[in-house]
């Protein structure tokens, strides 16, 4: 059984975070006709990959599935984790597979060259399935102006978990997100979706398991299915993270 990871959540922690944000940066380049929202999903429960996905093709919709193939099929505190089959399936019902380190590491904690061995792997485990990987989300949110620069050397975009719109000159390699998870999750992420389309902006939600009864981290199937209607019925486009970013 998968435990539960504890990041670093002192004061030194808060303040390497933000430093990250100002280091390192690589302006977004975009042109918003609507607004827009990318719904996300981490680590990838099996029942992100299931309920998750459904939820967003009932309304013609796809999403961005930030995966670690080191967790395939494990049993953890949010269920069990998707196998490289349902992932296969998630690309072929033309979902967006990306990196997430093959073992959920924390990149801050990671030495340079242990980390490039563990995104190596991942990698290649996502693209025997035929995924590119081409944008990451930071486990946990956690991020150093060193691990920044390292990471924004192999992919398009980096996202972590502070929350945010994005907007033209915004940094790619930390990027905002946020999370569709806990007992206010639909109201906070229900609030964001509508200062998007005040903003014209690009806004990233993220969840993990999506069940009847979900972790702390994730959120029911109804609450994604109205959260996908209301960024619909507000007049945003919903987006895959590459789609937004290859437009």
Not at 109 to 117: E, F, G, S, W, Y
Not at 164 to 184: A, S, Y
Not at 193 to 211: F, M, P, Q, S
Request: glycine share 10%; hydrophobic share 40%.
């Amino acid at each position: 059984m998968i435990k539960p990871y504890t990041p670093d959540v002192s004061l030194a922690g808060k303040l390497r975070r933000r430093f990250a944000r100002m280091t390192h940066k690589r302006p977004a380049r975009l042109d918003l006709a609507r607004p827009i929202v990318s719904f996300t999903f981490d680590d990838i429960p099996a029942s992100a990959a299931h309920a998750g996905a459904e939820a967003l093709e009932q309304h013609g919709a796809c999403g961005t599935f930030y995966v670690c193939a080191g967790l395939f099929g494990k049993e953890g505190h949010m269920g069990r984790f998707a196998d490289a089959a349902e992932i296969g399936d998630l690309i072929l019902r033309g979902h967006e597979v990306a990196g997430h380190t093959l073992n959920h590491v924390d990149c801050h904690r990671t030495a340079p060259a242990a980390l490039d061995v563990d995104l190596d792997a991942n990698d290649a485990a996502l693209g025997a399935l035929g995924a590119a990987s081409l944008h990451f989300a930071y486990p946990y949110g956690e991020v150093s102006p060193r691990s920044k620069k390292q990471l924004a050397r192999r992919y398009a975009s980096l996202r972590g978990v502070h929350k945010g719109t994005v907007r033209n000159g915004d940094d790619l390699n930390q990027l905002p997100g946020v999370g569709i998870e806990g007992p206010d999750g639909e109201t906070i992420a229900r609030a964001w979706i509508d200062r998007a389309v005040a903003e014209k902006a690009w806004l990233i939600l993220y969840t993990h398991d999506v069940r009847e009864a979900p972790s702390p981290w994730g959120c029911t199937p109804e609450v994604l299915d109205r959260l996908v209607g209301h960024a619909l019925a507000a007049g945003c486009e919903v987006r895959t993270v590459s789609e937004v970013l290859s437009a």
